[in-house]
């Protein structure tokens, strides 16, 4: 039987990663879950995400997707298209709804937290919010923290869920891995479609691929009545904070320049959308160091805490996928230690987020500017890559930790070992998984 039903689990961070792991070790290990926030309030920015199959099963697996699902747009695939000639140069399917039991779905990131904190109401956990960390004092069989306004708090376990620029990680676990600017940024806006639905030539969601960066068009509701306008394109460090603050105020000047980069006969609707966003939104991206540590005694980093990546639409989804499967590990630990069991955790994790950073440098590397040859020759490869990439895809949607065999308290994880002697493309995926797709 598990060992957890009277331990208590700090989690520094109420967003996504956070909630998510508190709901999972509240309903599955009962465990009790403090959360402190260092916002005032709940996080509304963010734009729409993309949730996989995957996220949507552990979704299910919280009780957190009846009370999501009818905000969002259900997605089957992503259309790839060039937008220098307006030809399709492939899509991301996501329709084989045998194996992955949902489709996509393409919701607001603050649509996904407030379903995630309603259904954390209901099994009796609150968010303490205004909380800023200060200091950490671990025992042998205890961790305290203690707050910037003298809250101190004892647990069994620590765990990081406070995004990138995590005060966890760059004081306490890893104070050399800090976040790195990317070189590319992002802007976002969203819209009431109305009468432009006629214009705008996609399913779902579209993504077009330039010169210049790359262009997202995405339905955000079952209705189809709101679009999501996404772009991500090269641009310089402004080197600091307020500086992108500033440089984001000027609204004009940014839809001059998304003009600039993607407006064109492939999207002539393109400044009418642009006219009707609410706001647009401007973002540098960062990313962590790959290979960084993610625990230290009974502290644990969940999410982009540990692994912030160039977004890829899976951040979110593998935040959650974090905190199933650290839920699922705790829960088979018997007599190991909280250490061992974090090890452990860490074996299994390790070779899946090593292989989603690689793809999402890969994919982001094609976002920069480039010249004309380059970018036709991006587009050849990008054809080819869908196409060779689609078995594996099936494969990463199908994988679900759930179904990890929990051997590695008594032997080496079979995630690593059987890795040796798979191909690159299959060493994130369980055997089981692998087994049924033939």
């Known amino acids: 039987m598990p060992k957890m039903s009277t331990e208590h689990a700090i989690i520094i961070g109420g967003g996504i990663a956070g909630v998510a792991a508190a709901l999972a070790l509240t309903q599955h290990n009962r465990m009790t879950c403090s959360i402190f926030e260092i916002r005032s309030e709940p996080a509304t920015i963010g734009g729409a995400i993309n949730l996989t199959p995957n996220a949507l099963r552990y979704l299910e697996h919280l009780g957190v997707l009846p009370r999501l699902k009818p905000k969002g747009c259900e997605v089957k695939y992503i259309e790839m298209l060039s937008l220098r000639t307006g030809g399709r140069l492939g899509e991301i399917n996501f329709d084989n709804i045998e194996k992955f039991k949902h489709h996509a779905l393409r919701v607001m990131r603050d649509d996904i937290l407030q379903a995630l904190l309603q259904t954390l109401k209901e099994v009796g956990v609150n968010v303490q919010y205004g909380m800023k960390l ?13 707050f910037d306004d003298g809250t101190t708090v004892k ?3 620590l765990l990081g869920c406070d995004g990138i620029h ?3 990680r760059t004081k306490f676990i ?54 999501y306008v996404a772009a991500v394109m ?21 839809k001059q320049d998304l003009l600039r980069r993607f407006g064109g006969p492939t999207l002539p609707f393109l400044e009418k959308l642009l006219d009707r966003t609410d706001y647009l939104a401007l973002y540098p991206i960062f990313k962590l160091s790959d290979n960084g540590r993610w625990t230290s005694g009974r502290m644990l980093l969940l999410g982009d805490a540990a692994h912030a990546m160039p977004p890829q639409g899976e951040s979110a989804g593998l ?26 955790y860490e074996k299994l994790r390790r070779p899946k987020i090593n292989t989603a950073v690689k793809m999402a440098n890969f994919g982001f590397e094609t976002i920069k500017q480039r010249g004309w040859f380059a970018t036709i020759l991006i587009e ?49 995926i369980p055997a089981d998984i692998k087994h049924r797709e033939g």
């Open 166 to 168: 995590s005060v966890l």
């Open 380 to 428: 050849w490869i990008t054809w080819i890559f869908l196409a060779i990439m689609a078995p594996r895809k099936r494969i990463e949607y199908a994988y679900d930790v759930r179904n990890i065999d929990m051997d590695c308290f008594s032997s080496p994880c079979g995630v690593q070992s059987a890795g040796k002697s798979l191909s690159p493309l299959y060493r994130s």
């Open 134 to 146: 200060q200091s950490v004092t671990e025992e042998n069989e205890s961790i305290s923290t203690e």
């Open 319 to 344: 935040a959650l996928e974090d905190a199933v499967l650290l839920s699922r590990v705790l829960e088979h630990r018997n007599a190991n230690s909280i250490e061992e069991s974090f090890r452990v």
């Open 234 to 254: 090269g641009t310089e460090d402004v080197g600091s904070r307020e500086g992108w603050v500033v440089k984001g105020q000027d609204q004009e000047a940014m």
């Open 174 to 227: 890893d104070p050399q891995r800090k976040p790195e600017f990317t070189g590319v940024a992002g802007a976002y806006g969203l819209l009431d479609v109305g009468e432009l639905h006629e214009l705008i030539p996609i399913e779902s969601t579209s993504l077009y691929t330039g010169r210049l960066g790359s262009l997202l068009l995405s339905y955000t509701d079952a209705a189809k009545t709101r679009l």
């Open 155 to 157: 647990g069994d376990i």
